[in-house]
């Protein structure tokens, strides 16, 4: 009992410690203007001449069409990165919840596995990789779930 009740003041420190989607948002935003800012200086360095041929070097003559598979994994992993999954779960790592990579081991991708995991976001769940539950999501539509779900089972090593 004393260890469950650690285990949730843990979590919720950590919670209340976490940025929201839309702080991760414009520190991502701010970030990137930053480097942009910075390129651009250093662009100006640059004679003419020289700016031109690395340009010419570093573009494809034809750029391929990005993989059916890419363009979801790309709409999963946005939906991912606006929700508050990434405050108990990470890629790579255990967090509060299980990483993405041993997810994506445990469970094939299969249209029932992705029907059955797009229901325990939205209607949250407990015991299967532990005792600290996940909350529900009732917010998020059936759709951006399974999105999610495909791009978690994607990360399969």
Not at 30 to 43: C, G, I, L, P, Y
Request: charged share 20%.
């Amino acid at each position: 009992m004393k260890r469950t009740l650690f285990v949730l003041g843990c979590l919720a420190i950590f919670m209340a410690s976490c940025a929201s989607p839309e702080e991760r948002a414009a520190a991502n935003k701010a970030a990137d203007s930053a480097n942009t800012s910075t390129s651009a200086h250093a662009t100006e360095a640059a004679t003419p001449a020289a700016t031109d041929t690395a340009v010419k070097e570093a573009t494809p003559a034809t750029a391929a069409p990005a993989p059916a598979a890419a363009a979801e994994k790309s709409k999963g992993e946005a939906l991912i990165a606006k929700s508050d999954c990434l405050a108990c779960h990470s890629k790579t790592q255990k967090l509060v919840g299980p990483a993405y990579v041993n997810v994506a081991g445990k469970y094939p991708a299969t249209d029932e596995n992705i029907e059955h995991l797009a229901e325990k976001i939205i209607a949250g769940g407990q015991g299967v990789w532990g005792a600290i539950p996940m909350t529900p999501h009732p917010s998020l539509s059936k759709d951006d779930a399974k999105e999610m779900v495909k791009y978690i089972l994607s990360l399969k090593k």
